[in-house]
C-alpha cells in the first residue's frame, strides 16, 4: 500500500535551514506527483510546493517562492522540502502527500497523506 514517511523536522531558529525528507513507497514513484503541506498550529493545512516526479515540473504557493525548494530522488523514491530563511510564521507539522497531477495542489487534492513532521522555528 502507499506509504509516505516525513523526516527532518525539529527546532531551528529564525534565519536558519531544514531539510525534510519524503520516503515513499507502495507505488510507481514516476508516474505520481508529491506534494508538501503544513499546518500551523490554530489554522488550517495549506500547501507549500508539489513535484511531478515523472517530468520535475514544479509548482509552488507564491508567499513561499524563492524561500522553499521542492526536489525528488527517483533512485531512492524521496522527495524534499529546502527550507531556508526560516521565519517562526513557518512554525507548524508539515506533511507530503501524492496524487496523480499537482493541479490545484493547493487546495489539499491529494490521495495519500503522511502523518507529518513537526518544524519548530524559534529563538
Known amino acids: 500500500q502507499v506509504q509516505l514517511v516525513e523526516s527532518g523536522g525539529g527546532l531551528v531558529q529564525p534565519g536558519g535551514s531544514l531539510r525534510l525528507s519524503c520516503a515513499a513507497s507502495?507505488?510507481?514513484?514516476?508516474?505520481?506527483?508529491i506534494g508538501w503541506f503544513r499546518q500551523a498550529p490554530g489554522k488550517e493545512r495549506e500547501g507549500v510546493a508539489c513535484?511531478?516526479?515523472?517530468?520535475?515540473?514544479?509548482d509552488y504557493v507564491d508567499s513561499l517562492k524563492g524561500r522553499f525548494t521542492i526536489s525528488s530522488d527517483n533512485a531512492n523514491t524521496a522527495v524534499y522540502l529546502q527550507m531556508n530563511s526560516l521565519k517562526p510564521e513557518d512554525t507548524g507539522v508539515y506533511y507530503c502527500?501524492?496524487?496523480?497531477?499537482?493541479?490545484?495542489?493547493?487546495?489539499?487534492?491529494?490521495?495519500?497523506w503522511g502523518k507529518g513532521t513537526l518544524v519548530t522555528v524559534s529563538s
Open positions: 502527500a501524492q496524487s496523480r497531477s499537482c493541479f490545484g495542489f493547493e487546495y489539499l487534492t491529494m490521495d495519500y
Open positions: 507502495g507505488f510507481t514513484f514516476d508516474d505520481y506527483v
Open positions: 513535484i511531478n516526479n515523472g517530468d520535475g515540473m514544479r
